[in-house]
């Protein structure tokens, strides 16, 4: 059974980081595109950031271009979001899956809250 599990969100101050990790079980992942998406309340779950299998191309949301990288350890089967200088607009449940999305991928996602 094939598992994205996402964790490392939480309640952060404006301008502070995280960093979110998402690991795969039941396959390897090594081959494809992976992504980092979010969801905000009341708004359609957008793309935030992919990566290619190798790391070599990232792409990134105008919304988060020069505060979040993206990251991948294909040893691990682990994606990671490094995300700094943190808005509170950033507040949304944050998935991974791979790119495009498959929706029998998602998983529950990981809290993440900007606020002072």
């Known amino acids: 059974q094939v598992q994205l599990v996402e964790s490392g969100g939480g309640l952060v101050q404006p301008g502070g980081s995280l960093r979110l990790s998402c690991a795969a079980s039941g396959r390897t992942f090594s081959t494809y595109v992976m992504a980092w998406f979010r969801q905000a309340p009341g708004k359609e779950r957008e793309l935030v950031a992919a990566i290619n299998w190798s790391g070599g191309r990232t792409d990134y949301a105008d919304s988060v271009k020069g505060r979040f990288t993206i990251s991948r350890d294909n040893a691990k089967n682990t994606v990671y979001l490094q995300m700094n200088s943190l808005k509170p607009e950033d507040t949304a449940v944050y998935y991974c899956?791979?790119?495009?999305?498959?929706?029998?991928?998602w998983g529950q996602g990981t809290q993440v809250t900007v606020s002072s």
């Open positions: 899956n791979i790119h495009p999305p498959k929706y029998d991928y």
